[in-house]
T-cell receptor, first 114, second 112 residues
Framework: NAGVTQTPKFRVLKTGQSMTLLCAQD?????MYWYRQDPGMGLRLIHY???????AKGEVPDGYNVSRLKKQNFLLGLESAAPSQTSVYFC?????????????FGEGSRLTVL | QKEVEQDPGPLSVPEGAIVSLNCTYS??????FMWYRQYSRKGPELLMY????GNKEDGRFTAQVDKSSKYISLFIRDSQPSDSATYLC????????????FGQGTELSVKP
C-alpha cells in the first residue's frame, strides 16, 4: 500500500518555466490538498479538492493551478515559475469519514526556481 | 498576525527530559486540534488529535487544549532521541473541508 505518492521528488526550474507536480493516492480518499512548506512559515494551503472534478483555493493560491480529473490524482501546476515559488510541496489526502484533521501526507517535492 | 502562532524553537533537551510545546491561536471557531510530527525530509504524520477542550494522553504524549485561553500544548515525557523531529500544531474549524491551519513548527532535538 503506497499511500500518497508525489512525483517528481526534486526539480530545478528557471524563472518563467512551467511544470506540473503529480499527487497520487491509492486509499480511495475524497479530499486532497496541496501545501507548501517554507522555513519559519509552517505549512500553507495552496489549493484543495473535496471530490473528483472539484477544486478550491486555499491561503496562497496565486501563481498555481490545480486539476482533479480522477479521484486518485491531484495535479499542481506552475505556469510561469518565480523564485518565490522555491519551496517544498506536500500533497495530502483524507477520507470523508475520517476525523476532520487526519491527513495523510506524501513525502514532499522539493522545487528550486533559479 | 498569523491565525496560529507556535514557539519557534529550536529546542534541545537531554534524553529523559519532559518537553513542552505550545501554540496560541486567534480564531475562536477552531474546534479540532492536532499535533503532527515531521522527521527530516519526510512528510508530517498525525501524532495527536483532540476535539474541543480537554486533555488526551497516548503513551508518553499528552495533548492539552484550553479554548478559553486559545492555547494548546503537547507534553512529551521521558523524551527519547527518536523524538527528535519538527512538531507542528494544526487546527481546523467545523465544516471547513478538512482545511488545516498550521503553526510554524518547533524543531526538537533530544540528545543522548
Amino acid at each position: 500500500n503506497a499511500g500518497v505518492t508525489q512525483t517528481p521528488k526534486f526539480r530545478v526550474l528557471k524563472t518563467g518555466q512551467s511544470m506540473t507536480l503529480l499527487c497520487a493516492q491509492d486509499m480511495n480518499h475524497e479530499y486532497m490538498y496541496w501545501y507548501r512548506q517554507d522555513p519559519g512559515m509552517g505549512l500553507r494551503l495552496i489549493h484543495y479538492s473535496v471530490g473528483e472534478g472539484t477544486t478550491a483555493k486555499g491561503e496562497v493560491p496565486d501563481g498555481y493551478n490545480v486539476s482533479r480529473l480522477k479521484k486518485q490524482n491531484f495535479l499542481l501546476g506552475l505556469e510561469s515559475a518565480a523564485p518565490s515559488q522555491t519551496s517544498v510541496y506536500f500533497c495530502a489526502s483524507r477520507t470523508s469519514g475520517s476525523r476532520a484533521g487526519e491527513l495523510f501526507f506524501g513525502e514532499g517535492s522539493r522545487l528550486t526556481v533559479l | 498576525q498569523k491565525e496560529v502562532e507556535q514557539d519557534p524553537g529550536p529546542l534541545s533537551v537531554p534524553e529523559g527530559a519532559i518537553v513542552s510545546l505550545n501554540c496560541t491561536y486567534s480564531n475562536s471557531a477552531f474546534q479540532y486540534f492536532m499535533w503532527y510530527r515531521q522527521y527530516s525530509r519526510k512528510g508530517p504524520e498525525l501524532l495527536m488529535y483532540t476535539y474541543s477542550s480537554g486533555n488526551k494522553e497516548d503513551g508518553r504524549f499528552t495533548a492539552q487544549v484550553d479554548k478559553s485561553s486559545k492555547y494548546i500544548s503537547l507534553f512529551i515525557r521521558d523524551s527519547q532521541p527518536s523524538d527528535s523531529a519538527t512538531y507542528l500544531c494544526a487546527m481546523s474549524a467545523y465544516n471547513q473541508g478538512g482545511k488545516l491551519i498550521f503553526g510554524q513548527g518547533t524543531e526538537l532535538s533530544v540528545k543522548p
